[in-house]
């Protein structure tokens, strides 16, 4: 027969796990991301399932003197039990059967341009997991990945743009969340070629300059220019400018052939 004393000590009892299962659980929301790292949150969780057993089995045979017996075949013989040990097992099982599944999780790159609302279409994200080459197209600015290891959750990983002209703001992402955001710019465009006249001679120290960017040929008549490729991202007028020849310009694009700017000479007496 049960006394008050015995009640006192099973509501004790009871409460000191549940209070235990709360400490845990707050341990798990609070050092989430370190937990994650270490790869722990799927043992903590099992771990919750003991103090939480253990406050069901106290509090309704206990103190609410609950009564609870379970037979059946185990393991090749005849399992039968009794009391608080039934409420126990049950929370167990439960829990063990309800666990999410922590295996893998799917994660959505968002791909966007660098200070722009638009986003991309075409091209593939590449996430390095180790060893492990992971791509993806692109649809309406997004790239999906399902199947990536539980042990990534929260970790930065290295993600690669494979869209001609355009490479990743910042290439490493954390993995946290169902959507990363992946921000893109322009490569930097790069112009070069050769000044020379119209008989073929090469033009030292002519004036090359597009959008706003400018620089000299060498002794050879070379020339190198680049430019910010936001700047050139639809093309551009190359100009060219000597003494004593007749300006050239012509409309280049990034990533063309090389430039041959050929310049007439001013004939003496020509306006």
């Given amino acids: 027969m049960l006394t008050k004393s015995n009640l006192r000590f ?4 009871s409460a000191i796990a549940f209070v235990a299962a709360l400490f845990i659980l707050f ?14 949150v799927g043992k903590l969780y099992y771990l919750v399932l003991v103090p939480l057993g253990l406050c069901v089995a106290a509090f309704l045979f206990g103190t609410m003197k609950s009564v609870a017996t379970y037979k059946g075949t185990q393991f090749g013989g005849v399992l039968e039990l009794g009391g608080p040990v039934v409420a126990f097992i049950l929370v167990l099982i439960f829990g063990f059967k309800l666990v999410p599944d922590h295996e893998s999780f799917a994660v ?7 200070g722009q609302a638009a986003s991309f279409h075409g091209g ?25 290891p539980a042990t990534y959750r929260g970790r930065r990983v290295e993600a690669l743009l494979e869209i001609p002209g ?10 946290d969340g169902e959507g990363v955001n992946l921000a ?22 002519a004036q090359v300059s597009l959008a706003g960017h400018g620089v000299k040929s060498d002794a050879t008549g070379h ?20 003494s004593g020849y007749a300006p050239w310009s012509n409309r280049v694009e990034p ?15 020509t306006r």
């Fill in 27 to 40: 341990l798990l929301l609070w050092q989430a991301e370190t937990l994650v790292k270490l790869g722990l």
């Fill in 166 to 175: 355009y490479e990743a703001t910042q290439p490493d992402i954390t993995l």
């Fill in 223 to 242: 020339f190198k220019l680049s430019v910010p490729g936001a700047e050139t991202e639809n093309g551009a007028t190359l100009q060219v400018v000597a």
């Fill in 184 to 205: 893109v710019r322009a490569r930097e465009a790069v112009f070069q070629g050769y000044v020379r006249s119209a008989a073929g001679h090469p033009l030292a120290d």
């Fill in 108 to 114: 959505t790159v968002y791909v966007q341009r660098e």
């Fill in 124 to 148: 593939k994200v590449v996430l390095k997991l180790g060893g492990d080459r992971r791509s993806a197209a692109i649809s309406d600015g997004a790239a999906y990945f399902s199947g990536i």
């Fill in 10 to 13: 099973y509501a004790l009892i």
């Fill in 255 to 269: 990533g063309g052939n090389e430039i041959v700017a050929v310049l007439d000479k001013i004939e003496a007496g």
